[in-house]
C-alpha cells in the first residue's frame, strides 16, 4: 500500500463507523429498460450513469475505495450483439471519462482477465490506470470479465510456481499467502456489500475477499439506484455489528471505558 493509500485509509477509518471499502454488484439494466419497453442495451446505458453518480457520491462521502462489478466471466455467454454492444460502451465510457477522473481525484483501476479483451480496450484501460496513477481521493476498481474463481485460481498458480521454482517450501502456502496474491490484495477488504436488483447471490464476485462483508441487497434497480440509496446502504452498514467470530462483548466498547 502506497503512503497516499494509507493517508486515505486512516481519514476514512474516521470514527471507525464507515465502510473503507464497498463492493458493488450492478445489477438490474435489463429488467429496467424492459419495464419501459426498451431495448436491453438503453438499460446499460442508464447503468453507465448510474456507476457515474456512484462514484461521485462516494468521493462525497469520503470511502476511500469502490469496487463495481461490471462484467462477469460468466457475462461473455450472452448473445453476441449485446456483448459487442457492452464492449462499445465500455470503450466510449472510458473515453468520455477518463479526462474527468483525472480531475476530480478518482485512481482507475481494472481487475479481471484482460486477454479476452480487445486490443483497443485494453489500451484504453491502461491509459486510464496510467493517468489516474496519482491520485488517491477515491480508489474505483472496475471488475470486467472478473470471476472470484478464476482470481483465486490465479493466485493458486502465481504460488504453485514459486513452490515449484524452490523460493517458497509448499508449507508456506497458507490463507495469508494466498490472500497476497489476489487482485485487491493491497486494498482493506470490502466491508459492505451491495446487490441491485433484488437477486441475493455473490454470482461469482469477489468470492474470497467478501468472506467477512455486510452484504445489502436491494430490490432497486441497477440504473434507478440514487445517491439516497447509497445514503441508505451506508447508514444500515453503520448499524451492523462486526464480530468476526467473537463474541458481542469482545467487540462492543465499554461504555465505563
Ligand atoms: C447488469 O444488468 C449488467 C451486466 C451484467 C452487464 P443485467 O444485464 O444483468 O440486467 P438484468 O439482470 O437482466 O435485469
Ligand atoms: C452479475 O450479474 C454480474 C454483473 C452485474 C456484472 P448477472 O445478471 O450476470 O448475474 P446472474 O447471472 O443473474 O447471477
Ligand atoms: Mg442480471
Redesign the pocket.
Known amino acids: 500500500m502506497t503512503a497516499a493509500e494509507r493517508d486515505c485509509d486512516n481519514r476514512a477509518a474516521g470514527d471507525g463507523s464507515g465502510p473503507r471499502h464497498v463492493a458493488i454488484?450492478?445489477?438490474g439494466n435489463g429488467r429496467w429498460a424492459a419495464g419501459r419497453g426498451k431495448p436491453r442495451h438503453q438499460g446499460h446505458r442508464a447503468g453507465a450513469e448510474a456507476a457515474r453518480r456512484t462514484v461521485e457520491h462516494c468521493r462525497r462521502l469520503g470511502i476511500p475505495y469502490l469496487t463495481l462489478?461490471?462484467?462477469?466471466s460468466?457475462?461473455w455467454r450472452r448473445p453476441a450483439g449485446e456483448v459487442r454492444m457492452l464492449m462499445e460502451l465500455f470503450l466510449r465510457a472510458l473515453e468520455r471519462e477518463t479526462d474527468r477522473l483525472v480531475e476530480s481525484g478518482v485512481r482507475l483501476r481494472f481487475i479481471g482477465e484482460r486477454e479476452r479483451f480487445s486490443g483497443t480496450l485494453r489500451t484504453r484501460m491502461r491509459e486510464a490506470e496510467e493517468r489516474t496513477a496519482g491520485n488517491s481521493e477515491l480508489g474505483v476498481n472496475v471488475a470486467v470479465g472478473y470471476g472470484g474463481r478464476w482470481d483465486i485460481a490465479m493466485a493458486a498458480r502465481r504460488l504453485a510456481a514459486r513452490v515449484a521454482d524452490g523460493e517458497i517450501p509448499a508449507e508456506a502456502v497458507d490463507e495469508h499467502a494466498l490472500a497476497r496474491e489476489l487482485c485487491l490484495a493491497d486494498l482493506p477488504e470490502p466491508d459492505l456489500f451491495i446487490r441491485t436488483g433484488g437477486?441475493q447471490?455473490i454470482?461469482n464476485f469477489l468470492v474470497w475477499q467478501l468472506a467477512y462483508a455486510e452484504l445489502y441487497f436491494t430490490p432497486a434497480l441497477w440504473p434507478d439506484f440514487s445517491e439516497t440509496d447509497l445514503d441508505r446502504a451506508v447508514a444500515w452498514y453503520g448499524g451492523r455489528e462486526r464480530r468476526f467470530g467473537m463474541t458481542p462483548d469482545q467487540v462492543e466498547p465499554d461504555p465505563r471505558a
Not at 462489478?69 to 462477469?72: E, H, I, K, L, T
Request: charged share 35%.
Open positions: 454488484i450492478m445489477d462489478f461490471a462484467f462477469s460468466e457475462n437477486e447471490r454470482s
